[in-house]
T-cell receptor, first 116, second 116 residues
């Protein structure tokens, strides 16, 4: 069965620190998508990234970077030089292509607090 | 990116009444939409998969007679919480999948339901 685990419930850092949010997933499928979403206090989900299981290249987008390692079933997310506006709940999610349902399985979420 | 709109954004109702939440894909067609529920400080849990022109597929433990889902067109799915009770108070979020099934999902802004 598919599962997404975000072991870090809450993380608190001081502005300008780097922070890594961990995500470990389980799936029997060979083809799947992994996602990261940001949920600010207002509640809407903000899409950050989607990664295909065949693409293990790490990705960098501004202060954000993602490290996808199939060998350890991990898809970690790093924020460099964190800012107060980064404070939010971050969700990692998995979607299995073979089931053809498109539904997302979410991790428990990590609450990030960036203090000034 | 594609836009998914939910209405209403928030609603307060009395116990025993029914509430309808709409999810619309504004600039694309979606054969499949998903309804998630999120309790405070918890993750998003899939309630059901809404398929255009057919019955919704409910996740285990979700009462289909209480949470009525209708997907009458390629751009609209509705969730009706019937005979709402305080324990139904939650944040309900819909997402829609592009008809091309590229794995891309787009989320609505969410609807916060408070049952008094």
């Amino acid at each position: 069965a598919q599962k997404v685990t975000q072991a870090q419930t809450e993380i608190s850092v001081v502005e300008k620190e780097d922070v890594t949010l961990d995500c470990v997933y389980e799936t029997r499928d060979t083809t799947y998508y992994l996602f990261w979403y940001k949920q600010p206090p207002s509640g809407e989900l903000v899409f950050l990234i989607r990664r295909n299981s065949f693409d293990e290249q790490n990705e960098i987008s501004g202060r954000y970077s993602w490290n996808f390692q199939k060998s350890t079933s991990s898809f970690n997310f790093t924020i460099t030089a964190s800012q107060v506006v980064d404070s939010a709940v971050y969700f990692c999610a998995l979607s299995e292509v073979s089931s053809n349902t498109g539904k997302l399985i979410f991790g428990q979420g990590t609450t990030l607090q960036v203090k000034p | 990116g594609a836009v998914v709109s939910q209405h209403p954004s928030w609603v307060i109702c009395k116990s025993g009444t029914s509430v309808k939440i709409e999810c619309r894909s504004l600039d694309f067609q979606a054969t499949t939409m998903f309804w998630y529920r999120q309790f405070p400080k918890q993750s998003l849990m899939l309630m059901a998969t809404s398929n255009e022109g057919s019955k919704a597929t409910y996740e285990q433990g979700v009462e289909k007679d209480k949470f009525l889902i209708n997907h009458a067109s390629l751009t609209l799915s509705t969730l009706t919480v019937t005979s709402a009770h305080p324990e139904d108070s939650s944040f309900y979020i819909c997402s829609a999948r592009l008809i091309s099934n590229t794995g891309e999902l787009f989320f609505g802004e969410g609807s916060r339901l408070t049952v008094l």
